[in-house]
């Protein structure tokens, strides 16, 4: 007879994983399947964890080359290990991944390595190339395959020259040009990395803007700063072409994305980070008779069902923001539901940051949204060059906003460009989910000296105005 499971999970990234023992603590008996040989999925393996390694490192990196001279550090040019950067790197992933195994021990969940695809009736198959397949049986399944990089047509990757993300979070060398496609997420945070470390990176976008989605005033001054820092931008470009030279490099042909004139661009490599797509590959679908949406994403109702009873998806794979965060809630959610509770996510109130220096952090509305949709805000908006800590850390750089409805002063949204801005932005989440104020803010005691303090005074530009300006 089938192995039985209360709960069988595909996919063991930040959605499935988090899921899986969530249900666990809930009692269920739980399985997770998971193609890879480590668990933890795209976000600790290839996405997350070693691109925030990798930051961390070409941050200091960059500082002790340029900052560190005005505090009084004079040392020696640094010189870069790569080699150590990237053993850096993968340490950090290991200890994550190896974090996860513990965890599904220490929860009592079975782990299957191998294809997971629904044979219908509760039935799923794992196959691997170690075996002939295995099939179990589970009450209910929940989907997180997550997703993979979108590509362009006529573009081949190679991980080497031509990469996505992964390829670009392995590089054996620093390239001397770098073409970055796409000034989304990825491109900028990797482009970044290179750019550090020494590489002329050139980001080639198709829309007018950097970072479409994020508030445009935010993605204006970041471009600035960027720009700064030494990266080009070709906006309203597309890539046409890449070709492959005998040397090795790359020859781009761009053009403007409105049609118009070619234009030549050289690099030795070239990421391609244009977006991701849901990966339901091998999951028998179609088969099984689970919806997709015109975007391969599947379709879920309220509670993660799917259009197969007590077959749900979550994360990447469905609709919503691709954030690790998102999938974890998500994960909670639908574990909490199949128990028989009340699991919600509260989709109005999820952080999305961008780990460059300065950081990006945002949570809810963007100026943009907010008129939009015709309501009436006010803005709280306030300088880090006017925040003593900043002055200290040498940390000026951008600002904090603050966006309130200008007859109830319940805080809709907020921005903050700025050092440690991922960090900073946890307490206007926790304002938002408690559906508070601007004055509830203002009036909320700051430690001084901190960076926070900026929050606060944003909060009362809402209001009065703030003290320091
Ligand atoms: P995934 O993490 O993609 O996991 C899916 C898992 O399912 C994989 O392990 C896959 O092997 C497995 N799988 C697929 N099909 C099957 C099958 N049929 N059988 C068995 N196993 C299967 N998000 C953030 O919030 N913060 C960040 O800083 C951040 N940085 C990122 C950096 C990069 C370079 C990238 C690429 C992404 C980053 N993301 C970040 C996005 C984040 O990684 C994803 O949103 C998150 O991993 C989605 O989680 P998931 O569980 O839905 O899917
Ligand atoms: P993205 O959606 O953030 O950005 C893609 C960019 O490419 C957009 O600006 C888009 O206009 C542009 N583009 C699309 N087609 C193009 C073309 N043919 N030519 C030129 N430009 C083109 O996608 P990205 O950066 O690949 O990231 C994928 C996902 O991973 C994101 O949804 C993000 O949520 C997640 N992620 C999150 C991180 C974080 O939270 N810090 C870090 C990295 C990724």
């Given at each position: 007879m089938a192995d039985q499971f209360d709960l069988t999970v595909i996919g063991s990234g930040p959605g499935g994983y988090v899921c899986a023992i969530r249900a666990a603590q809930l009692g269920m008996k739980v399985a997770v399947v998971e193609k890879m040989p480590t668990f933890g999925g795209t976000c600790l393996n290839i996405g997350c964890i070693p691109s925030k390694a990798l930051l961390h490192a070409t941050e200091l990196f960059e500082e002790a080359g340029h900052s560190f001279s005005h505090l009084g550090i004079d040392i020696a040019a640094p010189t870069l290990n790569l080699a150590q950067m990237m053993a850096h790197k993968d340490e950090t992933v290991a200890a994550n991944v190896n974090g996860v195994s513990f965890l599904f021990k220490k929860n009592k969940i079975t782990a299957f390595e191998g294809l997971g695809s629904l044979l219908g009736g509760g039935?799923?198959?794992?196959?691997?190339?170690?075996?002939?397949?295995?099939?179990?049986?589970?009450?209910?399944?929940?989907?997180?395959?997550?997703?993979?990089?979108?590509?362009?047509?006529?573009?081949?990757?190679?991980?080497?020259?031509?990469?996505?993300?992964?390829?670009?979070?392995?590089?054996?060398?620093?390239?001397?040009?770098?073409?970055?496609?796409?000034?989304?997420?990825?491109?900028?945070?990797?482009?970044?990395?290179?750019?550090?470390?020494?590489?002329?990176?050139?980001?080639?976008?198709?829309?007018?803007?950097?970072?479409?989605?994020?508030?445009?005033?935010?993605?204006?001054?970041?471009?600035?700063?960027?720009?700064?820092?030494?990266?080009?931008?070709?906006?309203?470009?597309?890539?046409?072409?890449?070709?492959?030279?005998?040397?090795?490099?790359?020859?781009?042909?761009?053009?403007?994305?409105?049609?118009?004139?070619?234009?030549?661009?050289?690099?030795?490599?070239?990421?391609?980070?244009?977006?991701?797509?849901?990966?339901?590959?091998?999951?028998?679908?179609?088969?099984?008779?689970?919806?997709?949406?015109?975007?391969?994403?599947?379709?879920?109702?309220?509670?993660?069902?799917?259009?197969?009873?007590?077959?749900?998806?979550?994360?990447?794979?469905?609709a919503g923001p691709m954030l690790a965060h998102k999938a974890e809630d998500e994960g909670i959610a639908v574990a909490e539901v199949i128990a028989g509770q009340a699991g919600h996510v509260n989709y109005g109130a999820i952080p999305a940051v961008v780990y460059t220096n300065p950081e990006i952090a945002s949570v809810g509305k963007t100026e943009d949204e907010l008129k939009a949709e015709g309501i009436d805000y006010k803005t709280g908006k306030f300088p880090f060059t006017a925040n003593g800590r900043a002055k200290a850390m040498l940390a000026t750089q951008g600002f904090v906003k603050i966006l309130a409805d200008v007859q109830t002063d319940r805080v809709l949204g907020a921005h903050i460009i700025g050092k440690n801005a991922s960090e900073m932005i946890e307490a206007l989440t926790v304002l938002m989910e408690f559906g508070g104020s601007a004055e509830d803010l203002a009036r909320t005691t700051a430690p001084h000296p901190t960076l926070s303090e900026a929050i606060r005074e944003a909060a009362l530009m809402c209001g009065d105005g703030a003290i320091h300006i």
């Open positions: 039935r799923v198959q794992i196959a691997s190339d170690k075996g002939a397949p295995q099939v179990i049986e589970s009450k209910h399944i929940v989907i997180a395959t997550g997703s993979v990089p979108a590509t362009l047509p006529g573009i081949d990757i190679d991980e080497e020259r031509i990469v996505t993300s992964t390829g670009a979070l392995s590089l054996g060398a620093v390239p001397d040009r770098l073409l970055v496609i796409g000034a989304g997420v990825i491109g900028l945070e990797l482009g970044s990395v290179w750019a550090r470390l020494g590489a002329k990176v050139t980001v080639v976008e198709f829309l007018d803007r950097i970072l479409p989605g994020m508030d445009s005033e935010v993605a204006r001054q970041f471009q600035r700063i960027l720009s700064k820092q030494g990266v080009e931008f070709r906006l309203s470009t597309k890539v046409k072409s890449i070709d492959r030279q005998e040397d090795g490099s790359l020859t781009a042909r761009l053009e403007p994305a409105a049609g118009g004139d070619m234009a030549i661009l050289d690099a030795d490599v070239a990421l391609v980070a244009i977006g991701r797509k849901p990966f339901t590959q091998g999951l028998g679908l179609e088969a099984a008779g689970v919806e997709l949406d015109s975007r391969g994403r599947i379709v879920t109702g309220p509670h993660y069902g799917t259009s197969i009873e007590s077959v749900y998806a979550i994360g990447d794979v469905i």
